[in-house]
């Protein structure tokens, strides 16, 4: 079964600039999550969807935003780039369920540079 | 406040031997699953081994076993027989779960440098 697959793997951005993310989940999950991972934040939840619909949200400004498509395939975006979104940005697919046992597949994540 | 603690930036270990990561966390959640996970310098996180609030026994996966104390909040990572390709973040994450149905967002830990050497 192919793992979880993040488009492009390395991206070098200007300031006030937009960026889109792209995240493939494995067959058959159907929660797909973004974190981002800084060296001083350390790795911070964005958000969640499932079935195409925002489950969860983390404590990020509007400029970042995501979706999903009915194949559970995601994006996420963010406007008007800042130097501090300079990150890893990591999908994580999981099936979806509630509860507390929810494995999630973490994909080799994008890495941003804002300059 | 931290709801998960790794208290050890660093470690070292020699290879072949055990090493122990430490891992706290703080919840009043009764049901609850804590993870841990290997991220390597190519930046993907790799996810080891889990432990359920409810599970009587610890969990085990091979080579790495998870010291669950729920009376002290701990779950520590243990890695028996560590090898070159040990060398990685360990990070070790909680998720609260006793809304049926919902889903609730996991909480990671600042992570544990941990070098194997020869």
């Known amino acids: 079964k192919a793992g979880v697959t993040q488009t492009p793997r390395y991206l070098i951005k200007t300031r006030g600039q937009q960026v889109t993310l792209s995240c493939s989940p494995i067959s058959g999950h159907r929660s797909v999550s973004w974190y981002q991972q800084t060296p001083g934040q350390g790795l911070q939840f964005l958000f969640e969807y499932f079935s195409e619909t925002q489950r969860n949200k983390g404590n990020f400004p509007g400029r970042f935003s995501g979706r999903q498509f009915s194949n559970s395939r995601s994006e996420m975006n963010v406007s008007t780039l800042e130097l501090g979104d300079s990150a890893l940005y990591l999908c994580a697919s999981s099936l979806g369920g509630g509860g507390s046992r929810i494995e999630q597949y973490f994909g080799p994540g994008t890495r941003l540079t804002v300059t | 406040a931290q709801k998960i603690t790794q208290t050890q930036p660093g470690m070292f270990v020699q290879e072949k031997e055990a090493v122990t990561l430490d891992c706290t966390y703080d919840t009043s959640d009764p049901s609850y699953g804590l993870f841990w996970y290997k991220q390597p310098s190519s930046g993907e996180m790799i996810f080891l081994i889990y432990?359920?609030?409810?599970?009587?026994q610890n969990a085990t996966e091979g080579r790495y076993s998870l010291n669950f104390q729920k009376a002290r909040k701990s779950a520590n990572l243990v890695i028996s027989a560590s090898q070159l390709g040990d060398s990685a973040m360990y990070f070790c994450a909680m998720r609260e779960g006793s809304r049926v149905g919902g889903s609730y967002i996991p909480t990671f830990g600042r992570g544990t440098s941990l070098i194997v050497h020869p």
């Open positions: 432990q359920g609030s409810y599970d009587q």
